[in-house]
Nanobody, 115 residues
């Protein structure tokens, strides 16, 4: 059973930066895609960024140019660097992974952008 644990959320002012981390309990080499999703109050969960096992990356339109996803297979980690944060980035951020036909989610970490 793969477990994902996020960390790094918190309160930040508009224009600030945060770095989210996701620790996977199993080796990343067995995982296909990893991604970050977010869900704001009253809204559907949406894709923020995805990185494939081959390193292909895609981003949601609202974060392009501001967020960067990366993975470090040797440490079983995936990161989301968030810059130029806006109030509308406020949400619970979830780490996602799929492996062997199954999907896995972390428990989520709150990001609040407010002055």
């Amino acid at each position: 059973q793969l477990q994902l644990v996020e960390s790094g959320g918190g309160l930040v002012q508009p224009g600030g930066s945060l770095r989210l981390s996701c620790a996977a309990s199993a080796g990343l080499f067995s995982i296909n895609n990893m991604a970050w999703y977010r869900q704001a109050p009253g809204k559907q969960r949406e894709l923020v960024a995805r990185i494939t096992s081959g390193g292909r990356i895609n981003y949601g339109d609202s974060v392009k140019g501001r967020f960067t996803i990366s993975r470090e297979n040797a440490k079983n980690m995936v990161y989301l660097q968030m810059n130029s944060l806006k109030a509308e980035d406020t949400a619970v951020y979830y780490c996602y992974a799929d492996a062997s036909g199954r999907t896995y989610w972390g428990q989520g970490t709150q990001v609040t952008v407010s002055s």
